[in-house]
């Protein structure tokens, strides 16, 4: 059923001494959706996935898989495969070492799935980075896991090649339920539904990415309006919720406003300045993305190990 977790973790440690590895890691991956790991360089994520593969032993903790079949399958960033191979025949010898039945047709839609119909008779070895790694999915596809997991499906790809490769991961949720690793936040945010951002081997948040990018909703905007700063500076200092209210410099119309939390200027900017007849020309927030909710996440005083 979609929705009910297909792989929890509880605990999950894999110590390789002196801080490397993964700790006390607490998942819960819904099935059907695409879940991110994402964090820095050296976070731990290769070391989390292998282990939910089954391809590394956890230290300690348990790993519940709840799958009708257990097929889990992990796909490395770059997948190689022998030069001479046909993408066809890559697709068929991947599907036989897995013990997996397959008919022509079937490879033929495994590779229609990931866009190389047109070159299922080619050998690999000229294939694109780009190319190599839909291959792979192809691959991973006619095995038909339940559950699979891309460890940087898109590294190294040109932004064309990227959003592609992205549309595609994100279809294939319909087909399984992909767990996908990159420490690029943007992947992540276009694919992915749930996210766990892994800092130094433990989880410092897990849940929708939506909400992770609300952590980094402003406080503080760049207000422009129809008249001159200073009277919005002094109609806005006067509002309980504002902490602070300048004009900013050089431009007559802008002031930079900072409220006690995002929801009060959210709302009581344009509703003051509309009690005041001052017409609001544009309200920007002030540095915040996903990017810099995931730095404050990312952060020293963030890593106490602490999970919404
Ligand atoms: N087999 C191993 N033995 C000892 N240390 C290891 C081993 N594998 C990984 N590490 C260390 O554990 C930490 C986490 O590595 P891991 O590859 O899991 O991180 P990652 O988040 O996937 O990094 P990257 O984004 O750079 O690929 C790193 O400090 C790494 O050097």
């Known amino acids: ?40 360089n050296g976070a731990g994520k290769t070391t989390l996935l292998s282990v ?28 190689d495969f022998e030069p001479w191979l046909t993408a066809a025949e890559v697709v068929v010898l991947s599907a036989e070492a897995a013990g997996v039945p397959v008919t022509p047709e079937d490879a033929a839609l495994a590779l229609e799935r990931v866009g190389l119909t047109e070159a299922a008779h080619r050998r690999n070895a000229r294939f694109s980075r780009g190319m190599r790694q839909r291959l792979g999915l192809a691959a991973a596809l006619v095995c038909r896991p339940e559950v699979l997991i891309l460890d940087e499906p898109a ?16 279809s294939l949720r319909e087909h399984c339920t992909v767990i996908l690793a990159s420490h690029l936040l943007g992947d992540v945010q276009r694919v992915c539904d749930d996210v766990a951002v892994l800092v130094r081997g433990r989880v410092v948040y897990q849940g929708p990415v939506a909400d992770i990018a609300d952590r980094g909703r402003p406080s ?14 002094e109609l806005l200092s006067a509002e309980p919720w504002v902490t602070r209210a300048t004009p900013v410099e050089a431009e007559p119309d802008l002031v930079f406003v900072e409220a006690v939390a995002a929801e009060h200027g959210e709302t009581g900017i344009p509703r003051t300045l509309v009690e005041h007849g001052v017409p609001l020309v544009s309200m920007n927030g ?13 952060s020293t005083d963030a890593t106490d190990g602490s999970t919404r």
């Open 1 to 40: 059923m979609n929705g009910t977790p297909v792989i929890t973790t509880e605990k999950l440690t894999r110590d390789y001494g002196n801080g490397a590895g993964v700790f006390d890691v607490d998942l819960s991956v819904p099935r059907g959706t695409v879940f991110g790991l994402v964090g820095p």
């Open 52 to 79: 939910l593969a089954g391809l590394r032993r956890a230290g300690s903790g348990n790993v519940r898989v709840d799958t009708a079949g257990g097929r889990v399958l992990l796909c490395p960033d770059v997948p």
């Open 155 to 170: 590294s190294g790809l040109d932004p064309r090649g990227r959003v592609d490769v992205l549309a595609l991961i994100r």
């Open 220 to 233: 503080a905007w760049h207000v422009r309006v129809r008249g001159t700063a200073r009277e919005v500076v």
């Open 286 to 298: 002030y540095e915040a993305d996903l990017e810099s909710a995931f730095l404050s996440l990312t």
